[in-house]
């Protein structure tokens, strides 16, 4: 299937929309506001800045775009990247943090729109099946983790697998109804997807009893906090001076965001016969993390669940996107209505989310079919861990050993060609 077109990777091309892009746009805010929140919390961000995350983006870089399913805006991976890059620099959930992550955006956006410009689309295949496989594992795992504390109801303190690790130790801090929550979330929603397939609206009826329980006063973990009901603007006052501290993260993650979305598009182009230009989807990401970024949300990415869903409901154009961003904005005046949602139910939501990251059985084939390439991304997974919260410095140790390892086939290739025949 042919991945590149004859569009520039930044003209703006949008087909008319059709009627079911209204409902599957519904379906997909639906997904995407309690997700916006949890990945926002994940990011070490406020909750409000997951929504200003979760509108802007997919309404200005709707037109941008390539696949037509895609849809972008706060996803786990990128979430967890950004948090990393970030965490060793200021505290998260501050004022100073949130500013970083926005020139983190912006500067993502930049570096994303000149690649695409450039048609370097094709980097993102460096990211072989193995190192994708090795790190989205190893992210997957990270992510759970972080969930651990909230949806056991702990208070905990430390990096991400150290605070893991005390919260499954501090039995004595452990809230029973939170723990009920989460397992009742993870429950309902997995449930109802195998009862009545992806549109069952699992995750909004946990928020709705959620939220009823918070405001009960009946629970005493910790709760979502202030929501302030405020429409985004661009603030261009970002920590600039602060772009030499980041600038090396930031060019990494450019294209370690990119692997997700990529995929997405790609899988859903070959399933579908159509056309996919990976510079112009580079392209579009890049609009999308730039629209973040001024307007002072953090680093967005394509999501697999909601590009899934986006399908299955009917979705036909890139104008979801488009309202999906609307339908989210209009949330935002009435956003107050979460302020006491249990945090252990955004935690279940954000491990139920990360369940197809988790690529164990494609290890274990690739060490069946390629024990070099099994190896590999075994090691990417094992860097992954290693090297949290920084894990997007996993992809560049990754993708060096690939390429050195390409070199040398190439050396044995070539030394085999000029060695002579034997008669």
Known sequence: MSEQSSRPPLRPVMAKPQVGDVTAAIAVALL???QCLAYAELAGMPAHVGLIA???????????????????????LTAIVTFGALSTIETPGTAEYVALGALMATMLGCFQIVFGAARWGRVAFLMTPAIVAGFTSGAALLIAASQLPAALGAQTDGHVMIRAVRALQAVETWELFAILLTAGTAGLVLFGRRRFGRRFPGVLIAVVVGVLIGRSGSYSAALVGAIPNKLPSIQLDLPWGSVGSIFLSALVISFVQFAEPSSIARRFAEQDGEHWDASRELSGQGIANLASGLFGAFPVGGSFSRSSLNRLSGGETRWVGVFVGVFVLAFVSVADVLETLPKSILAATVIIAVLPLFS???LFQLLKT?????LLGIGTLMCTLVMAPRIH???IAAVSASLALGMVDKLRERRSAKRPRQP
Not at 55 to 75: K, Y
Not at 370 to 374: L, T
């Open 32 to 34: 995407l506001i309690p």
């Open 393 to 395: 410095f996993a992809v």
């Open 54 to 76: 979760a509108s802007i983006p997919p309404i200005i870089a709707a037109p941008f775009g390539s696949s037509r399913f895609l849809q972008t805006g706060p996803v786990a």
């Open 370 to 374: 390629s024990r070099r390439d099994g």
């Open 360 to 362: 164990f059985g494609t």
